[in-house]
C-alpha cells in the first residue's frame, strides 16, 4: 500500500528556461516517494520508497518534452510503526511477497511520460499523463503536478491515487472478496506522494 509523485513531477519542467542541454538527470538522493494505504475502517499506514534513476527532456523553448523514472520496490519501507519494529517488519515483508508487490520478482517500478498540459493561469502547475508499469503490468494515470525551479534545479511535487486492482493487486479488496468483514477490507486505492529533485 503506498502514499503516491511516484513520480513525473520533477519532469514536470513546462516553464524552464533554456538549457545548452536539454536534458536533466533526476538526482535520485534528492527525490522521494512516500506511500499511503488505508483499510475501510479508517486505519492506514505509510511510508517511503526510494528512487532509483531518471531524467527528463525539454526542448528549446523550456517545455517539457519527455521523462521517466524508475523506483526501487525492493526499499519499501513503513513509517508509522516504528515503535512496534516487529509488526512493522511484517507489513513490509508482506508488502514485498506476491499478496503485493512481488518485489523478488518485480524488483523495480516505472514512470513514462506521454502528455504534458500546462495551466494558462497557474504558471507553476501542469497536469500529468504518462504510463505507470508495476507488478508486470502498465496502466496510464493522470495527476496534477506543481514545478518549481531554484539555481538551476527543477523539484516537482504531486500526489497519485492508484486503483492497485487494475495492476491485478486485489489482496484484502472487498470488490472482489465479498465474504471479507469490514475490518479486513484494504482500500483499492492508495497515494504515491513524489518529490523528484532533477539537476544538469
Do not use: C
Amino acid at each position: 500500500m503506498l502514499k503516491t509523485s511516484f513520480f513525473a513531477v520533477a519532469l514536470t519542467m513546462v516553464s524552464l528556461p533554456a538549457f545548452a542541454s536539454n536534458v536533466l538527470k533526476i538526482d535520485a538522493a534528492a527525490s522521494a516517494v512516500g506511500w499511503k494505504g488505508t483499510k475501510k475502517m479508517g486505519s492506514a499506514h505509510n511510508g517511503a520508497i526510494n528512487v532509483k534513476e531518471g531524467s527528463v527532456s525539454f526542448d528549446k523553448k523550456g517545455q517539457l518534452t519527455a521523462g521517466s523514472f524508475v523506483i526501487d520496490m525492493s526499499t519499501i519501507a513503513n513509517e508509522d510503526l516504528k515503535g512496534s519494529p516487529d509488526y512493522q517488519k511484517k507489513l513490509v515483508g508482506h508488502l514485498a511477497s506476491a499478496d503485493f508487490f512481488d518485489v523478488s520478482k518485480y524488483p523495480t517500478a516505472s514512470f513514462k511520460i506521454t502528455g504534458v498540459k500546462a495551466d494558462p493561469k497557474k504558471k507553476d502547475e501542469v497536469t500529468i499523463t504518462g504510463d505507470f508499469t508495476m507488478i508486470g503490468k502498465t496502466n496510464p494515470v493522470t495527476f496534477p503536478a506543481k514545478i518549481m525551479m531554484d539555481k538551476g534545479a527543477a523539484t516537482g511535487e504531486a500526489t497519485i491515487k492508484i486503483d492497485r486492482t487494475k495492476w491485478g493487486l486485489k489482496y484484502g479488496s472487498g470488490n472482489f472478496f465479498k465474504e471479507l468483514t469490514a475490518d479486513k477490507i484494504i482500500s483499492d486505492e492508495f497515494e504515491l506522494n513524489l518529490k523528484l529533485v532533477a539537476k544538469k
